[in-house]
């Protein structure tokens, strides 16, 4: 199964609605015991690990991840984080990183994203929390900012 640990709540559910993946709150329980029982004790094939800054985010993933488990690691981490690298190599595990807003050959990332959203291949409504126009720009950024409004991409209106 190919399931996302990450937080906050909002994200986790925008990204079940438009990607139809499984997710996990990093902040809700065992983190460890909700994939086992998702997996039936296998554990994922496949972890996206989306949190970073100072979570443990990424040892979690080691843990739930199955036999020959692949892992990819989208977040941005603040600090070296340690791994249990006898858990990965008895595991298998390949882990993957992602640095985000990179290159794909000689493309920027955000110029393929913009020719998929004008392509119609792209469908940004569901990302998109929340909408303010430029008189209340201050507001706007004060709502990106604070992770409980439950915003993911806030939008200023001219």
Partial sequence: PLI???MPDAQLR???AALGVRTVSAESG???EQIAELTGGRGADLVFEAVGGWAPTIGQAMEIAG???RICILGGFHKPVPINAEN???KELTMG???CYGRRGNRKEFE???DLLAAGKLDPRPWITHRFPLSHAVD???AADDRSTGSIKVIIEP
Avoid: D, M, Q
């Fill in 4 to 6: 996302l640990i990450g």
């Fill in 14 to 16: 925008a990204a079940e």
């Fill in 30 to 32: 065992s983190v460890k």
């Fill in 67 to 69: 036999l020959a488990g």
């Fill in 88 to 90: 990965g190599r008895n």
């Fill in 97 to 99: 990183w992602s640095f």
């Fill in 112 to 114: 393929i994203v913009l």
């Fill in 140 to 142: 706007a950024f004060a």
